[in-house]
């Protein structure tokens, strides 16, 4: 392809709206262009980009038995109702009446669907097990969609569902779709991290998210130093060892007027802020209970609900808590408590010199101890994970990390195969229902995830594996005919070669053809200039600081090198 014939328009400078460097340099390099909030043109070097993703996912895909089949972008409300979703998601689906007035959806993903076709396709175990996937559009009316493909209300996923027998053999297929994303993902150059991630559901089974890392992630996922382990902060588990027990003293009440938040407790009675017990109440489904950790930590409300097996649970509102402590919520402890239910983190159990509110206004007490002064409590790791918590798998620290969700595998169980009869005959002509699986990766996202992980102040470095294309060629002086000529002859060597190359002609100063180059991110760029005189040319790298001066037939040998490592 030569520049003066290819749309590539690349800009001096970004839109204001463009806040991360992917989203940045995406538009600056003329990959995309925004037609709305959260709608994008791939221009062709992002369609490019884009294929090359896909044909990763396909290879993979296919390579693990799965099936690809492509469902329709337009869904009938109809089995979102029988799934009983169509309420479920408000705004953020996005509707539409037909012709004949009747309801549809964009769809957003494609669990009903696909379950549909299946249901009315799949009748025998001998079927079993089934894994068909799509790459496609999907709709999601975000409320605020920024970061440009990071978070779009239209957006390309590649999403699998995976059909078994029973629970054994879903266990198979989400283990081969978690092996198969592996490989998607090392194919791609990307620096990722699996981690086991909260299922949503309440109570719900195995899920992990694919993180890329990268400092704008939305995500924050702790990581071990040592071992595999990795998980999304929401879940992250706790390891707490015993603490030594401290002296035991009797409980002494004390004076603190005024003094309701733990800082200002701990501050007034000069204690450290870890020993100090906070006291929550909460409204878990219709429901109060209490829920106490130490003062300096953060209650994870997921872990809680896990633990509730709930997904309505708010914090109680002052009023109440007036009513059940008739004091200000900021002197409340678990001390005499007995008719509401009573959680602890795991860490309140070891603790035996800690400072808890008096239920009294304007009193705390010193030395409280746990098994001395508590009633009945239901202790569990319910707290936020910190930096330096220890992992759960080997006891070495754990590191904080923020992550791109570029791709996640979900256990679903049932919940479609039952609400769609999504049905089977077992070897004894025995009705059972199917159990799935379903997996995405938001390929347009990966692109843009590719991109936070692979740039410089020049601009993009794409790995070799998706570049837009493998190699740029630029005369320096393009009214040169010495210069034109030998480019042109290596351009179309290249092209024979099947390479895909990308020839300046322009006429233009080296400077702009050089941080083009540079920004739009070719890995491999070819100098002509004067010294083609003395039979030189110039080799460069994207990802190297240095180029090199070669000799032309060198080339060659040097870029498949480059290309096969
Ligand atoms: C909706 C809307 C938004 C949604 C969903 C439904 C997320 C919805 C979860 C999933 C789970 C998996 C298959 C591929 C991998 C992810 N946002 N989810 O179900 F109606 Cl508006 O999509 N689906």
Not at 127 to 148: A, C, H, S, T, V
Not at 188 to 196: A, I, K, W
Request: proline share 4%.
């Amino acid at each position: 392809m030569k520049v003066t014939k290819a749309l590539m328009p690349t800009l001096r400078d970004v839109p204001a709206e463009a806040e991360i460097v992917s989203h940045q340099l995406l538009v600056k390099a003329g990959f995309i262009r925004r037609n709305a909030a959260g709608i994008y043109s791939y221009l062709p070097l992002a369609l490019r980009v884009l294929r090359k993703i896909e044909t990763i996912v396909r290879e993979e895909m296919d390579r693990s038995d799965a099936q690809e089949l492509l469902l329709p972008i337009m869904q009938p409300a109809e089995l979102w109702s029988e799934s009983g979703r169509w309420d479920v998601y408000g705004d953020e689906m996005f509707r539409l009446k037909d012709r004949h007035n009747r309801d549809f959806c964009l769809g957003p993903t494609h669990e009903e669907i696909i379950t549909d076709v299946v249901r009315g396709e799949v009748k025998s175990y001998k079927q079993l097990p089934m894994n068909l996937y799509q790459i496609q559009n999907k709709y999601r009316d975000e409320r605020r969609p920024r970061f440009g493909l990071m978070r779009g209300r239209e957006f390309i996923m590649k999403d699998a569902y995976s059909f078994d027998r029973d629970s054994a053999g879903l266990d198979d297929s989400y283990q081969t779709m978690f092996d198969t994303y592996v490989k998607i993902f090392d194919r791609m150059g990307l620096d990722y991290r699996p981690v086991e991630a909260d299922s949503g559901a309440i109570g719900g089974d195995d899920t992990h998210e694919f993180m890329v890392l990268a400092e704008n992630g939305e995500a924050l996922i702790a990581y071990c130093s040592s071992c595999s382990y990795a998980s999304n902060v929401e879940i992250t588990e706790i390891n707490d060892t015993a603490k030594e027990k401290l002296s035991e003293k009797p409980l002494l009440k004390v004076a603190t007027p005024d003094k309701k938040t733990i800082e200002e407790v701990a501050a007034h009675l000069e204690v450290p802020q870890d020993n100090t017990l906070k006291t929550l109440v909460f409204d878990a489904d219709g429901e109060k209970i209490v829920v106490v950790i130490r003062g300096d930590r953060i209650l994870n409300e997921i872990k809680l609900k896990r633990l509730l097996k709930t997904d309505f649970l708010e914090k109680a509102d002052e009023e109440s808590i007036q009513n059940l402590f008739n004091c200000d919520p900021g002197y409340i402890s678990p001390l005499g408590i007995n008719e509401i239910t009573v959680y602890a983190d795991n860490e309140v159990k070891y603790m035996t010199d800690a400072v808890c509110g008096a239920n009294e206004e304007g009193y705390h007490y010193l030395h409280a101890n746990t098994d001395r002064d508590f009633g009945e409590m239901t202790f569990s790791d319910l707290r936020e994970v910190v930096e330096g918590d220890l992992c759960p798998k080997c006891n070495e620290p754990l590191i904080f990390a923020r992550g791109i969700e570029v791709g996640q595998v979900f256990k679903l169980g049932t919940k479609y195969s039952e609400s769609l009869s999504a049905k089977y005959l077992d070897e004894n002509g025995k009705e059972q229902i199917m159990v799935m699986g379903c997996y995405g990766i938001g390929v347009s996202r990966t692109m843009a995830a590719c991109v936070e992980q692979n740039y410089d102040d020049r601009g993009i470095i794409w790995p070799k594996e998706i570049a837009p294309y493998q190699i740029v060629v630029i005369p320096v002086q393009t009214n040169d005919e010495l210069q034109y000529t030998e480019a042109e002859k290596i351009y179309k060597e290249l092209l024979a070669k099947g390479y895909e190359v990308m020839l300046d002609d322009r006429k233009e100063r080296v400077g702009v053809k050089f941080n083009d180059a540079d920004l739009i991110g070719y890995p491999l760029r070819i100098t002509v200039g004067k010294k083609i005189a003395d039979g030189i040319i110039e080799y460069k790298e994207r990802n190297q600081s240095e180029s090199e001066q070669i000799q032309p037939d060198e080339l060659y040998d040097k870029i498949a090198t480059f290309f096969k490592k």
